[in-house]
């Protein structure tokens, strides 16, 4: 899955592909883990081939603020921690028993140097990664409650029955109450 991601944005040989595939390890991670805590740097980017997980931040009061979910197939990191090794504003959580392939940033850096593609293909994740952004904070801005919640649902098929309810509610600033509200006009409507 890792490879066909890859390949979906640069055009890889064989031998490319096998030796960057070489730089990565698996990790089986349990549901409820922490991979990174606010404050630390993070020295790992993950590609989630099997589960799901949230970045997230902890506003003074304590209260938990989701600020992005990564699914199968997508790559996770607090982006500016790993590439700038600053320390995390975020937390990373595993909200499933999840399947990563993971890659220090060493590792990272020597296939940077090695191969241009690699910066080719960063540089169109990026890309991706900055206009996904974008789009979220225009909703966030400038839509109502329940276009946001449609919004995230084209996003993110299907994580309404994955995800607890106060993550998605807090990823889309919004009440649990609110998005409840949502939820329950569209299940009228059906």
């Known amino acids: 899955m890792i490879s066909d991601y890859l390949m979906r944005f640069v055009p890889f040989s064989d031998d490319e592909l ?10 089986y991670v349990q549901k409820n883990q922490i991979l990174l805590k606010e404050g630390q740097i993070c020295n790992k980017l993950y590609f ?23 699914e199968v197939g997508n790559f996770m990191s607090s982006t500016d ?8 504003f975020y937390y ?9 392939y993971s890659i220090s940033k060493i590792k990272m850096d020597i296939l940077l140097a090695k191969y241009h593609k690699m910066e080719k293909l960063f540089r169109l994740l990026s890309i991706e990664m900055f206009t996904k952004i974008a789009h979220k904070l225009n909703a966030v801005q400038f839509q109502t409650a329940k276009e946001r919640y449609n ?3 084209s996003e993110f098929p299907g994580i309404s029955q994955r995800v607890p309810l106060g993550y998605i509610a807090s990823y889309l ?11 329950k006009s569209d299940l009228l409507k059906e």
């Open 18 to 27: 096998n030796d960057i595939l070489s730089h990565f390890e698996i990790e």
């Open 48 to 70: 989630i081939e099997r589960g799901i997980a949230r970045s997230y931040y902890l506003k003074k009061n304590g209260k938990e603020i989701t600020q992005w979910f990564f």
């Open 81 to 88: 921690s790993f590439f700038q090794q600053n320390p995390s």
């Open 92 to 100: 990373l959580e595993v909200l499933e028993d999840s399947t990563l």
């Open 151 to 153: 919004y995230m649902l």
């Open 173 to 183: 600033g919004m009440t649990q109450e609110t998005l409840s509200r949502i939820r």
